[in-house]
Nanobody, 115 residues
Framework: QVQFVESGGGLVQPGGSLRLSCAAS????????MAWYRQTPGKQRELVASITKGGSINYADSAKGRFTISRDNAKNTMYLQMNSLKPEDTAVYYC?????????WGQGTQVTVSS
């Protein structure tokens, strides 16, 4: 079973930047379409950005122009560069497949945008 470890979150002021990382226990990024998700208390997990095994990228409207998804297949790692952060970006961020069935969810990384 694949395991994910998300990292890079933290407390940042509005307008700031963070780079999230998602390390996988297996070589999956070249095999599966992958995505970053986020979740806030009381809300469903939502897709933020996705990248196919062929490299096609899509973003949620809320992320367009501010976030950049990328991956390094050799390092089994996926990234989410987040710029111009807003308070509404505050959430726990997760990585996983873009399609069902998904792998088990990692613990995520908390991003808090606040002054």
């Amino acid at each position: 079973q694949v395991q994910f470890v998300e990292s890079g979150g933290g407390l940042v002021q509005p307008g700031g930047s963070l780079r999230l990382s998602c390390a996988a226990s297996g070589r999956i990024f070249s095999i599966h379409n992958m995505a970053w998700y986020r979740q806030t208390p009381g809300k469903q997990r939502e897709l933020v950005a996705s990248i196919t095994k062929g490299g096609s990228i899509n973003y949620a409207d809320s992320a367009k122009g501010r976030f950049t998804i990328s991956r390094d297949n050799a390092k089994n790692t996926m990234y989410l560069q987040m710029n111009s952060l807003k308070p509404e970006d505050t959430a726990v961020y997760y990585c996983n497949k873009d399609t069902f069935p998904r792998f088990s969810w990692g613990q995520g990384t908390q991003v808090t945008v606040s002054s």
